[in-house]
């Protein structure tokens, strides 16, 4: 059974800083882009980061850019989620996924599978 489980989220204070973790199981894990993305209620999913299978990591754009980095560890099965200087506009549920190949990808569609999510609350 393929799983991602996120952890590492939680309350922050503006400008301070959390790395996100996403623990894979049950696929090859290495043969396969990773995204992170997050969603606000009420809106679609959007992605922050990707690592395609090849270790490529795509620009960070819009809100988050200098802000956040991502990286893999294939020996792990593990993605990470580095985001610096928070805002209480990144307060959102933060999910990792698995691509349906080795390349990442702006389309939604292109999604296999979803973790179950990792709140992350950035409040004085």
């Known amino acids: 059974q393929q799983q991602l489980v996120e952890s590492g989220g939680g309350l922050v204070q503006p400008g301070g800083s959390l790395r996100l973790s996403c623990a894979a199981s049950g696929f090859s894990f290495a043969y396969y882009a990773i995204g992170w993305f997050r969603q606000y209620p009420g809106r679609e999913r959007e992605g922050l980061l990707c690592v395609g299978a090849d270790g490529g990591v795509t620009n960070a754009a819009g809100p988050v850019h200098g802000r956040v980095t991502m990286s893999r560890d294939n020996l792990k099965s593990t993605v990470y989620l580095q985001m610096n200087s928070l805002k209480p506009e990144d307060t959102a549920i933060y999910y990792c996924?698995?691509?349906?190949?080795?390349?990442?990808?702006?389309?939604?569609?292109?999604?296999?599978?979803w973790g179950q999510g990792t709140q992350v609350t950035v409040s004085s």
């Open positions: 996924a698995r691509f349906v190949d080795a390349y990442c990808s702006p389309r939604l569609s292109r999604v296999g599978a």
